[in-house]
């Protein structure tokens, strides 16, 4: 497999599908651009070797063409992160968007619009009635198959060269993420920096872990991070469970948990995932207390409590003061860290120290060498709140596929590149 480091792309028109599914405010304007400055450093090396990007990305979930959601709004950021003048193609497979391709000079770059403003870029049916039948629905699934691969090789007949760098979609096999592989040999075809820094610091804790290794995962249900925890188990040293989910945990021991959140039809899975810990001698940690507010809110009354005694009428929304000691210790005694969910509701300030505490701990960590991992959107925005961004190893900007990889699922955008 070739890397983008060794490629040059000099005198090459390279499609390139990035993560521009940036957040926007109703004047349409950028309300964060770390997505669009995730994919510079591809596309400023392609620019710098003599080749021309041909941009590609999807904004929301279109059901058509809506203006709300060209990417036209993104265009001049684009362009003042790159120190381009980029050019625009206001249909991804339209004429104008193949003549402009084709005229691209050495160092100029194209945006293409918002590739779900078609179905065939997802390959899923659109405008189906409720009360469709299934032989109705049969047949629109495979006209869009159909016409998905024309969409796809349109696409694909622009450029000399596929990166795609797009991690936050590699868990979709959609036409641009992965379909369109097909169309480019093995030595046209690569990650882009982004894509392969995300799959390398994933690789780096799931493959060859330094010890102990430790997995905090918080968030509030189990429902949601069965899987991981499942993939987790055969890995780990400790897995640390923090958040609304650690008390079907409590529950399932036993334990009196007030009004807190609880998934009652998975205590006897959770009663598993012990007994699975167990026998990989994984040492599954609880928090021993917790903060408890007597409602859902910032304002709530609160007391400190067993984690396996809260009063009726209170419910946990962060770990106590001995819970973070606990959750503290392990952690900065590790030398892998993937933290994935918030151990408390870290959105209200009251409730938010529990979670400052680990973050904080996996600071410390890594300063004293650990490998550290944060993913998943929720941790994500903890480790900004508390300004810790930069001194973790990774923040990942993935959201679904950094689980669905972490779960030890192969990405399609992954495999349609290396194979795997
Ligand atoms: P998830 O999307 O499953 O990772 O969950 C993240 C959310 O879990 C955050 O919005 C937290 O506020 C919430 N959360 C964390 N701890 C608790 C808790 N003890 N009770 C209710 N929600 C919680």
Redesign the pocket.
Known sequence: MITIDKFNFSGKKVFVRVDFNVPLNDKFEITDDTRIRAAMPTLKKIIADGGSPIIASHLGRPKGVESKYSLKHILPRVSELLGVDVQFADDCVGESAGVKAAALQPGEALLLENLRFYAEEEGKPRGLADDASEEEKATAKKAIKESQKDFTKKLASYADVYVNDAFGTAHRAHASTALIADYFDADHKMFGFLMQKEIDAVEKIMKDPARPFTAII????VS?KIDIIENLLSKVNNLIIG??MAFTFEKAKGGKIGNS?CEDDKLELAKEIMKKAEAAGVNLVLSSDAKAGDSFSNDAKSIIAEANNIPDGYM??DIGPKGEDEFADVIKASKTILWN??V????FDNFAHGSQVVAKAIVDATAAGAFSLVG?G?SVACVNKFGYADKVSYVSTGGGALLEFIEGKVLPGIKAIRGY
């Open positions: 918080g968030g509030s249900k949601s958040g609304g959140l946990g929304l969910g918030p408390g509701v870290f959105e998943g929720d």
